[in-house]
């Protein structure tokens, strides 16, 4: 009778170990087939951005599908101002988007400022105990945050600003969170360049 309970036991706890490894399988490939549909969008919209007029709001519609696929509840994208030394938030979704268009902060403040400053991205998923992270947004605008990925835009080994996804809903940020997003910094910082090349020329044009 005892070794039938301790069989019975033993097969309940198969059981539900199975159940949680089958759980885990399920969500690991909703997770591949969302960064999958999500690279597929970058993929088009790499060919749109020669020819879109309004290439801000491509990319606010990148940004926007990428805090989607990473389940961010906020998300900016950030150009650096050389003349103040200053980064410039610009793209802005979330609770706090109104008050942060066009909010600027010093270019070597916070988790921003590392990553402008190394140009390498960065995950923290416990800001407030991390000393790179600044205090400041959070206390002005009555905030709170979480956790952040930051990755840096380059395009031609100039640093053109950072984006930053805040909050991931039930989860921390990982490295694959990090390569994506990477992807998408890599598309904004083309698509800013193919719009300053736009501007330069129609400045020319008119002097």
């Known amino acids: 009778m005892e070794n039938t309970t301790s069989a019975l036991r033993f097969l309940q706890q198969e059981n539900a170990r199975l ?8 969500e690991d490939s909703l997770a591949f087939q969302r960064y999958i549909e999500a690279l597929q ?13 309004n290439l ?3 990319l606010d519609q990148i940004l926007h599908n990428a805090m989607g696929v990473l389940r961010a509840e906020d998300g900016s994208l950030l150009l650096l101002d050389e003349e103040t030394n200053e980064l410039v938030f610009v793209l802005v ?6 008050q942060l268009r066009g909010y600027r902060i010093k270019s070597d403040s916070g988790i921003a400022g590392w990553v402008v400053s190394h140009r390498e991205p960065l995950i923290v998923n416990n800001p407030r105990q991390d000393s790179r992270f600044s205090l400041d947004i959070d206390e002005e605008f009555s905030f709170v945050t979480r956790s952040i990925l930051c990755v840096p835009m380059i395009a031609r080994a100039k640093l053109i600003g950072v984006i930053e ?8 940020f990982r490295e694959a969170d990090a390569t994506l997003l990477l992807i998408l910094a890599q598309v904004a910082a083309i698509a800013l ?5 736009r501007l330069e020329a129609e400045e020319a044009k008119l002097a």
């Open 19 to 26: 159940q949680e490894e089958n759980k885990a399988l399920r």
């Open 41 to 53: 969008d970058l993929y088009w919209a790499t060919q749109r951005i020669t020819s879109e007029e």
């Open 56 to 58: 801000f709001n491509l």
């Open 93 to 98: 979704h979330g609770d706090i988007r109104n």
């Open 165 to 172: 996804l805040l909050n991931k809903r039930d989860d921390e």
């Open 193 to 197: 360049e193919e719009m300053q090349t």
